[in-house]
């Protein structure tokens, strides 16, 4: 019995993306934008997420419904109902007004519409009418946006939460390593979202910029000035957004020895590249168990490549 419904968005861009981690949360692909499942995810995990309803009733009349609204114990003043359209075109959008009005009428207590204290939603999906409590996203963690350091090259914000979630499968109870943190755009989001994650970077100058990225936000993970070949602990999970380069020869090298490295201490690695690394992957023995592709663009020119390995 599905007792979640999740509404998603996603830029075209970032498509293929979202649908991988879906499939990570989810354990199966999710074809549409809105979808029911049995299993309750923070609303705030993914970037993806806009939206969670907790199906509280659901009713073929839209009068049966209300009904057992009102029969429910509903006397607390500071409520707001809300129309969430399951599929666009939704054949109910037009009435929202009117649809929310009358389930507002299934209450005892006040409404709040500027300031409410519990936001319910209701929609309609394949005859059937579905009302439960309404949980945004409260999309806090873009404050990182104005993170003191960049680097032209970092990841942006969807991809480093997007990509912790598809190496733990939203289990933050999972201790995960970013080999190769740079200025530690993945490690701010890993520390917003309640994991274990720690950073290693070789370079001194930008393992400094992820310490001062991480003390800005009051967040107290360590960041290693390591090579990635000196990191001994064992982790359940690898993020490894590979250096970029002029792909030369030597760079392809060094490329491998850290996706060595990064099997060698972890369970589960995600890797990125801006290069298809696939048969070199396979080359070095780990097990492909999914891919994508994210571009940074809409203009879909600039690629990144991703592979979850185990193995
Ligand atoms: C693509 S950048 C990572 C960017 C990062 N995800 C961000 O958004 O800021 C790759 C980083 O790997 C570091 N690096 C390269 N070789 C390394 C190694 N052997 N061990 C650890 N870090 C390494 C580079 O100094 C560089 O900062």
């Not at 979630?165 to 979202?193: F, M």
Request: some cysteine.
């Amino acid at each position: 019995m599905a007792q979640y419904i999740y509404f998603i968005n996603y830029q075209d861009s970032e498509a293929e993306l979202c649908a991988l981690e879906m499939r990570a949360l989810f354990n199966r692909p999710i074809e549409n934008k809105a979808f029911f499942s049995e299993l309750r995810i923070d609303e705030s995990l993914s970037p993806y997420f806009k939206s969670r309803l907790e199906i509280l009733h659901e009713a073929t009349e839209l009068e049966e419904l209300i009904q057992m609204i009102s029969y429910s114990d509903n006397k607390e003043d500071g409520f707001m109902v809300k129309y969430v359209p399951f599929i666009k075109p939704d054949p109910m959008e037009k009435k929202r007004r009117e649809i929310t009005k009358a389930v507002g009428y299934g209450f005892e207590g006040l409404p709040s519409f500027d300031t409410p204290k519990i936001i319910y939603g209701i929609t309609f999906y394949e005859g059937k009418w579905y009302f439960g409590i309404l949980a945004y996203n409260t999309m806090l963690w873009k404050k990182h946006m104005s993170k003191p350091n960049s680097y032209s090259s970092s990841l942006g914000l969807n991809t480093a939460k997007a990509i912790l979630n598809v190496a733990t499968r939203g289990d933050t109870s999972k201790k995960i390593i970013d080999p190769c943190c740079g200025v530690g755009t993945v490690l701010l989001e890993g520390h917003y979202s309640g994991y274990d994650i720690t950073g290693c970077e070789i370079n001194y100058k930008v393992a400094m910029k992820a310490r001062a990225n991480l003390k800005h936000y009051g967040y107290k993970g360590r960041v290693f000035q390591n090579d990635i070949k000196d990191m001994d602990k064992y982790y359940d999970a690898a993020v490894v957004d590979l250096p970029y380069g002029n792909f030369s020869k030597s760079e392809e090298v060094d490329m491998m020895d850290i996706i060595h490295h990064a099997a060698r201490i972890s369970k589960r690695q995600v890797l990125i590249s801006s290069i298809d690394l696939t048969d070199k992957i396979l080359e070095e023995g780990l097990v492909i168990v999914d891919r994508s592709v994210v571009y940074k663009n809409r203009s879909k020119r600039f690629a990144r490549y991703i592979w979850v390995c185990e193995g």
